[in-house]
């Protein structure tokens, strides 16, 4: 089982609409979660961290952290065609790594 | 404005030649890695770096070594190319005591091997 892991896509939605992606991870010690966003040809970005269980919003952008299910979520609120791109869950592991799941691409059609 | 250098934007060897990518960065960062990024595999770190002339295996660490010599900079070795090591490779940092901060990544090296 991959450490962290997302559903590839591509997840399509139409603008103003809320974007939903999905991170799980498998080691129950993992105490930090992050969202980076990578446009195409761009390097990744860091959208938002989360270390405890529950919302923590920024803007248009919510994550959602439940460890006792070992998940975590980015909610995006009214998106707009700027969104579209590739949206990128990571956790710090023991030992001083960041990994990283393989990235949710995101379309968002006018 | 803080700043990851990667020397390289583009990059095409040959089989068996030793390549070298170089990371700068210029924020006193303790931390360095190299990741590549594959397409559907997502970031896969290669190695990483805590402190000066240390060193720690990542998840895909064969056919690769590093060297950091200097807390600025972080090289990336490959010691005999082959193909199946095309890819983008995006070099990182980030402060000590980790555990909330963010990565700051460089613009990427796309090496070609053929």
């Known amino acids: 089982q991959k450490e962290v892991e997302q559903n590839s896509g591509p997840l399509s939605v139409p603008e103003g609409a809320i974007a939903s992606l999905n991170c799980t991870y498998s080691?129950?010690?993992?105490?930090?979660f992050f969202w980076y966003r990578q446009y195409s040809g761009k390097s990744p970005e860091l959208i938002m961290f989360i270390y405890s269980n529950g919302d923590k919003e920024d803007g248009r952008f919510t994550a959602q952290l439940n460890k006792a299910s070992q998940y975590v979520s980015l909610l995006i609120r009214d998106s707009q065609p700027s969104d579209s791109a590739t949206y990128l869950c990571a956790s710090w592991y023991q030992g001083g790594k960041l990994i990283f799941g393989q990235g949710t691409e995101l379309s968002v059609k006018p | 404005d803080v700043k990851v250098t990667q020397s390289s934007r583009y990059l095409v060897k040959r089989t068996g030649e030793k390549v070298f990518l170089e990371c700068v960065q210029d924020?006193?960062?303790?931390?360095m890695f190299w990741y590549r990024q594959d397409p559907g595999l997502g970031l896969r770190l290669i190695y990483f770096?805590?402190?000066?002339?240390?060193?720690e295996k990542g998840d895909i660490p064969e056919g690769y070594s590093v060297s950091r010599e200097k807390k600025e900079r972080f090289s990336l070795i490959l010691e005999s190319a082959s193909t199946n090591q095309t890819s983008m490779y995006l070099c990182?940092?980030?402060?000590?005591?980790?555990?909330?901060?963010?990565?700051?990544f460089g613009s990427g090296t796309q090496l070609s091997v053929l």
């Open positions: 080691d129950r010690g993992s105490q930090s």
């Open positions: 770096s805590y402190d000066v002339k240390m060193k």
């Open positions: 990182a940092s980030s402060t000590i005591g980790t555990a909330n901060e963010k990565l700051f």
């Open positions: 924020m006193d960062h303790e931390n």
